[in-house]
């Protein structure tokens, strides 16, 4: 799978994602210091969503549309929606931002005039939400635009992620990504199972990743030691501005931290590779070896007496010490001495 041109999957870096969401607070300034706070902190790419409360559902109050639970307990969803929905107008002009800077930029559309007017301005790549996972007539609106899809995969079921991935392999789109969530704002380390994500790469033979909502990088660097090629986190200028989502987002100088601990995850997966590293070298002086242990005088039979396996590693190694009982020193040899072929025969 390829991003902006970049690689996507095994062997290759982890893609970083700073998830804006509604972070900005109706705050165009602060969206843009986000974006510049972001890439300052080492994201690859900054994301937004594309929706208007009444794209996603519509204004009642009865209690179906009472959320339970989360960081939203009691708010009812369209007004949740309204206050946390980042203005289409204002898109353009984020993505010149982030162009500006080099850092990728894309959304989350959640209905089909949303990828309308993002093909519009140009949207390189697109993120399917874990709740639309089940919307399938969107995922083929997006597929057919042949861009890749990143999507996240919370609360579905093997069988429902199965059937998203076919829509949008069966509209000829085969650049997707799976990114395992769990769909709790905020989400609890206990209930990640990352194995999860593993399995995901081996059914769907796709990149995968970790959507994160748990507080901390202890998630971010466990997936991507156990092979995530993908990382998202929400990120805000600050908790103490109170937005939709602040609660379960990081700020600058925790997003700066959990990348600097990722790339510092990825190098020590490092390669397949046996024998002494470069750092390993010089300790290899401290292995065991065979040594003369008392003075050995020409004609004198090497013994369990006057030989022995010890620290350093200058001398013959250990292996050989049975073969070396019993054979006769060719020359005076002094104590402290490693022995070496041809002292012996």
């Not at 049975?322 to 012996?344: C, H, N, S, V, Y």
């Amino acid at each position: 799978m390829k991003i902006a041109g970049r690689e996507i999957g095994k062997n290759n870096p982890a893609y970083i994602i700073a998830e804006m969401s509604g972070n900005h607070g109706g705050s165009l300034d602060r969206a843009k210091e986000i974006i510049h706070a972001a890439k300052e902190a080492g994201a690859d790419c900054i994301k937004i969503q594309t929706y208007t409360a009444d794209t996603l559902t519509i204004d009642c109050s009865n209690e179906y549309f009472r959320i339970k639970g989360s960081a939203w307990d009691g708010e009812n969803l369209y007004s949740l929606y309204k206050r946390a929905y980042t203005p289409w107008e204002w898109h353009e002009e984020l993505k010149a931002e982030a162009d500006k800077l080099s850092i990728d930029f894309f959304s989350t559309p959640f209905d089909n005039s949303a990828v309308d007017f993002l093909e519009k301005i140009g949207i390189g790549f697109y993120k399917i939400a874990s709740f639309e996972l089940v919307d399938i007539p969107l995922i083929k609106y997006v597929a057919k635009t042949g861009k890749p899809i990143i999507m996240s995969t919370g609360m579905a079921t093997l069988a429902e992620i199965e059937t998203a991935v076919d829509a949008i392999r069966n509209e000829g789109n085969d650049q997707v990504a799976l990114l395992r969530c769990a769909s709790a704002y905020p989400a609890v380390t206990d209930e990640m199972n990352l194995r999860t994500m593993q399995n995901m790469a081996e059914t769907f033979n796709v990149p995968v990743g970790l959507s994160d909502h748990s507080y901390g990088s202890v998630g971010a660097v466990t997936a991507v030691a156990l092979g995530a090629s993908i990382i998202e986190k929400h990120f805000c200028m600050g908790r103490e501005i109170e937005t939709a989502d602040s609660s379960f987002s990081m700020t600058p100088d925790e997003f700066a931290a959990m990348v600097k601990d990722v790339r510092q995850a990825e190098k020590a997966i490092g390669r397949v590779k046996y024998g002494a590293s470069k750092q390993e070298k010089d300790s290899l002086a401290f292995r065991r070896s065979i040594f003369a242990v008392k003075d050995i005088k020409a004609g004198e039979k090497l013994s369990e007496d006057n030989i022995r396996v010890i620290r350093p590693g200058y001398g013959m190694e250990p292996k050989y010490y049975e073969e070396l009982i019993g054979q006769t020193a060719l020359d005076d040899i002094e104590r402290g001495t490693p022995l070496k072929w041809g002292m012996f025969r």
